[in-house]
């Protein structure tokens, strides 16, 4: 089920599933319960970082990454569980709380960005397995790599493009 809202003149899309809710976030107060989520999900996830890179670039969130991509949230019963942020057709960040993984979450969140936002590029750690399958289950496919992150640390990143019509459904 899809809500479409007006909100002082501009219209928002709020994507309904069961329980699952995917809807903008309301604003830098949120920002808080988003680094948890990032914190839950790197720990689960990104066991080939360094403890020292994780604290820099947690850091760095609210102030530095968060406020420069579109961020839609996935709540449960109104509690952010994930989260997802895009800019110029590339989803820059997706993330959910590692108590939601395997729930659907991520791949609403990938579907929103690509329908609502029209996301068909995404950078992803090429140490995150899981993160890469996932991507391409969806109908990425790895255009280039990289052998540094964007900070010039060791992390390669594998740049990926959507290659399929459908966005992979």
Not at 33 to 62: G, M, P, Y
Request: include cysteine; charged fraction near 25%.
């Amino acid at each position: 089920m899809e809500c479409v809202s007006r909100v002082q003149g501009l219209r928002t899309i709020v994507h309904m599933t069961d329980d699952l809710v995917i809807r903008p976030v309301r604003g830098q107060g949120e920002y808080p319960r988003l680094v948890q989520v990032w914190r839950t999900s790197v720990d689960a996830t990104h066991d080939f970082l360094a403890r020292e890179h994780r604290d820099a670039i947690e850091a760095k969130l609210e102030a530095e990454y968060l406020p420069h991509v579109k961020i839609v949230v996935a709540e449960r019963y109104g509690t952010p569980v994930g989260f997802a942020g895009t800019a110029d057709g590339k989803l820059e960040i997706l993330f959910v709380d590692a108590d939601h993984r395997g729930s659907g979450v991520g791949s609403e969140l990938l579907q929103h960005a690509l329908v609502a936002e029209g996301v068909t590029a995404v950078d992803v750690n090429e140490e995150n397995g899981q993160a890469v399958g996932f991507y391409e289950r969806a109908g990425f496919a790895v255009v280039k790599r990289s052998p540094l992150d964007s900070d010039g640390l060791p992390y390669p990143i594998l740049h990926m493009d959507l290659v399929a019509g459908d966005g992979g459904r």
